[in-house]
């Protein structure tokens, strides 16, 4: 019964180390994905500190490919010393898991201020042209987000580039697709996207952070079961002589 046990155990551990390195791919595209998102929008949110639970999930992908070699090595050589290595590392990188879980509610809950305290200056700095970074980051969350302004399409009112251009009319991103020749006049405010660009950013950044919570949170409960796994063989193995005498290929007397 004790050796069934074992066998059981180490059945799923081996399964869990191949989750692993499934994991390790997941997680590290989890993270690029926010750099790349992040990239698009952070002339929103300038706090860069946000990236933090990024790089840390990437570090645990990284790492967890090598926990996935260890652990495999260990149960299939019985080492006792690579399975206590392993359920020590996998302690750490569970550890590692909850802090990017703390950092990324922190964070996300510090989307909204930091948003509306950026925003405005950003839309201040627009002046039309593909060559300035953050005319290229507004005309792209319009077009990306369907919004138009801060609130609605008119706030452009208050903005320098629409007092400099004098032809009453937004940028064409924020124009509907269906629309044809679009030319982003206030005077046919049905051409327009009727809602606000700053509302759907927070939304947005928050959805990111969310990804990188859900993913931490799903591989933390995975290394916990990996864990427990690894401390039942690890238990078995000291304390059942039947299985020990497996292992070193005796018989009982």
């Known amino acids: 019964m004790g050796q069934c046990g074992i066998t059981s155990s180490k059945t799923v551990l081996v399964f869990l180390n191949l989750i692993f390195w499934a994991a390790a791919g997941i997680l590290c595209y ?23 639970p990024a790089v840390i999930i990437i570090a645990v992908g990284t790492l967890l490919f090598v926990i996935g070699l260890v652990g495999c090595c260990a149960t299939i050589r019985e080492s006792r010393c690579g399975l206590a290595a392993f359920v020590i590392i996998l302690l750490l990188v569970f550890v590692t898991e909850v802090v990017v879980v703390v950092l990324g509610y922190i964070y996300r809950a510090k989307v909204e201020d930091e948003v509306d305290s950026s925003i405005h200056k950003v839309y201040d700095e627009y002046n039309g042209t593909n060559t300035d970074a953050p005319s290229r980051a507004i005309d792209y969350v319009q077009r990306q987000l369907h ?13 320098r580039w629409f007092k400099e251009s004098r032809n009453n ?33 927070v939304k947005k950044l928050k959805e ?11 591989f933390a409960s995975i290394q916990m079961l990996g864990m427990l796994c690894a401390c039942v063989v690890l238990c078995r193995r000291g304390q059942d002589p039947a299985y020990e005498l497996l292992v070193s290929g005796g018989t009982y007397a």
Not at 30 to 52: K, N, Q, S
Not at 147 to 159: A, K, Q, V
Request: glycine content about 6%.
């Open 30 to 52: 989890v993270g690029a994905y926010v750099f790349i998102t992040y990239d698009d929008y952070e002339h929103f949110f300038e706090d860069v500190y946000t990236l933090i």
């Open 147 to 159: 919004c138009c302004g801060i609130h609605n399409y008119s706030d452009w009112r208050t903005t």
């Open 208 to 218: 990111i952070m969310m990804y990188v919570i859900w993913a931490a949170l799903t």
């Open 169 to 201: 009319s937004v940028p064409v991103s924020c124009c509907r697709p269906a629309v044809v020749n679009c030319t982003g006049s206030l005077a046919r405010p049905g051409d327009l996207y009727p809602e606000g660009c700053e509302a759907l950013v």
